[in-house]
């Protein structure tokens, strides 16, 4: 074979796998109501538990899946390991949801509310970030903590990732976060220590604006 002819056909494949590349398809992003098992196991371990929780998903979950299905494919990103999503009253007293994307290398933030979305890149060191694949891999099988009134973001819904598709859902009271250190209280089995880790890292972790948008959505009305 010719050099020529081998560089035509080593051009072509270059050219075939940057179209494939572009052309993949986003993560998957599932509604919440469809974890059945973890809902009816949420039920029978506590109702009380399982119904405020399982409200707020009735309200949102349509909304919150095109608001990450959106921001999934305008960032191309296609290495999320995990999803952390909650909602809170906010300064706005009409409800505010937040989903925070985490990806092997980065973590973003998003904020959407009525008539208004907000973007933003966590500032989580290379050495962090690698801590925080470790914990969510840890996470396997997890199924969270019920402290009910533990803090003010709430129910907090946490879905990991491998190979573009949810591998497991679980639903937890958020964490007490200790802003001044930077830190949650550690305690637990290994699984809630790494889940306290890593809600840590992402809740506290500072953050650069990506962008601050107008939108048309009317969110649904916090309660």
Known sequence: ?????YSRIAAAGLAIALIAGCRQSPPEVRSLLSFQKVWDSLKKESPYFCERAHNIVVRTDSLRQKEISQFLAKYKINDLIALLEYESSGWNCKGIYTVVVVTKHNAYQIRFFNQGRELERLKIAEEEMAENCKNVAALDRYEGKRLPGACDIGVIFMTTYKNKHPATMFVSDGPI???????LKRRGTPQSQAFYQLCGSLLLAEKDRLADEKTDVNYPYYR
């Open 177 to 183: 976060p200790d802003i001044t250190r930077r830190r």
């Open 1 to 5: 074979m010719s050099n020529l002819t």
